[in-house]
């Protein structure tokens, strides 16, 4: 019972998911991150890197609404990196080719996940109320 | 709290796994040899109730967000080590599947919420046991606890690894930050994740169960 009622909150509370949106504007990579609720990981710090280097090809801060752009030089794997004081962020690796990526997450596959996890969870305690019987012998 | 890739040493978090598994290795023959099958159904409903508490972040001013961890009751109710299994396999799924966490990073999540929380609880629970709010300061200690934890480990980041000029390699932010935003910003966690330990642990109770 209190297992749905908390799932039921879930609506509300995946708002703060941190998520992202890649897409290409004319030569420039433009990756939006922003929670469920459409609030913006605003004003934290982010660093792109080609493949293979150290230093990063740019760096600095995603803007108010919480957008990074930048314009890479070739194709191929560019990682970037985003972080806030507390932990939360993400690191991307974005296969760029021709000038094209794409890639967003929608809200019904945090759903379809959340309920994945909780089938295998529960099938793997299904398991173990199998094997226990032998454990017990 | 879960922490993504990217954002600890792998001279961190390669050790951390080896902690991780052989903990759990030790943990599994415990739960082997405590195994009650009528506490199976109760492990498995705990277990999916702390999957979809810490999946889910309660938003906070500033921008950022925070969850629950839902290990208190299981540690309370079946103890710390079969609390912990249950927690490393919650956070296994979802680095998985939700990529809540990173795969690198799963070994310090284990034992930032899964190992010091679950023994927090624990701990704070024996402790307290006689008094009126025992169940509800386990929740909440041990949800402060988990929260410093892993700002320490953030912390040192900066400190241990760095590049030539100076540069942090991984996370770059010192202790002086990561403690008092990791702890400001858990305190309405614990108190949600108190209340929530104090009604599950007594309503599993009211219906007979006591782990």
Known sequence: MIVILIFLLVSLSFSHELLEEVRQEGNCTLVHFYFQDGSAFSYEEYEVYREGEKAPFQKGRSDALGRVVFCPDRDGLWFLRIRSQDGHGAELRLNLKAGKVEKKRSK?????????????????????????????? | MHVPDGFIAPQVF??????????????????????????????????????????????????????????????????????????????LLQAVLLGHGGITTYSVNALAIGFVGSFCAYGVYSLLTKRKYATFLSGFISTLASALFMSVVLGIHPYLFTDVDGKALYFPYPLSITIPLLLTSHIPVALVEGLLTQAIVSFVRRRGFEG
């Open chain 1, 108 to 137: 019904f596959e945090s759903y379809q996940r959340v309920l994945s996890g909780l089938g295998y969870l529960l099938g793997i305690f299904g398991l173990i109320s199998l094997f226990s019987r032998r454990w017990k012998r």
């Open chain 2, 14 to 91: 390669l050790p951390a796994y080896g902690l991780v598994i052989g903990l759990a290795l030790y943990g599994f023959k415990r739960f082997k040899e405590n195994l009650n099958e009528r506490s199976i159904p109760y492990l498995a409903t705990l277990s999916a109730y702390a999957f979809v508490l810490s999946s889910l972040s309660l938003p906070l001013p500033g921008g950022t967000s925070v969850h629950g961890m839902g290990f208190a009751p299981l540690s309370i109710l079946f103890g710390p080590w079969t609390a912990y299994l249950c927690m490393c396999l919650v956070f």
